[in-house]
């Protein structure tokens, strides 16, 4: 299966029509770290994460991660072990919370972009997350609730995502 993202406003799976938002800058084929550009190309997902204090594990096919305080993303360039992956959050490695204070990793699937030959300040944290209000992202895709839940019914960890 296959989740296409069909113009900056729909995410197409199946018969399935998701509003949704895209990075404030567009779409690119040469992404870089901090340019609010959400990357093109066909990337597998990789596993659902979601905050049990705020959501019950809803019915998905995908592997689901309970997102505790301590989680991050790094987009620190000067730790290149650790660039782009799932880490301890540290004070002395820049990384993207993804216990939050507001809802929007309440759920979230992690876009394997830059991901398996990791090159430096190419982008990082690309996820499918929430959204209430459509606002455009720093470069990942947000959904509304309602339709992120839809999708984790429709989708599972042979699923692609084809961002064009």
């Known amino acids: 299966m296959t989740i296409f993202l069909k113009n900056k406003h729909t995410l197409k799976i199946d018969d399935f029509y998701f509003k949704c938002s895209i990075g ?21 997902i990789e596993h659902l994460y979601y905050r049990k204090d705020r959501v019950k594990l809803p019915k998905t096919y995908l592997k689901a991660i309970e997102i505790k305080p301590n989680m991050g993303w790094a987009d620190d360039i000067n730790f290149p072990n650790k660039y782009n992956k799932l880490i301890k959050t540290s004070k002395s490695i820049h990384h993207e919370r993804l216990f939050r204070h507001d809802y929007k990793y309440d759920l979230l699937i992690p876009i394997k972009y830059n991901s398996n030959k990791i090159i430096l300040g190419k982008g ?17 895709i947000a959904l509304h609730k309602k339709d992120f839940l839809i999708m984790l019914r429709l989708i599972n ?7 064009y």
């Open 24 to 44: 404030k800058n567009g779409l690119s084929k040469k992404k870089i770290e901090g340019d609010k550009k959400t990357p093109k190309g066909t990337f597998k």
């Open 124 to 140: 990082s944290c690309i996820f499918i997350h929430l959204t209430n209000n459509y606002n455009p992202t720093a470069g990942c």
């Open 157 to 163: 960890k042979n699923t692609k995502i084809r961002i």
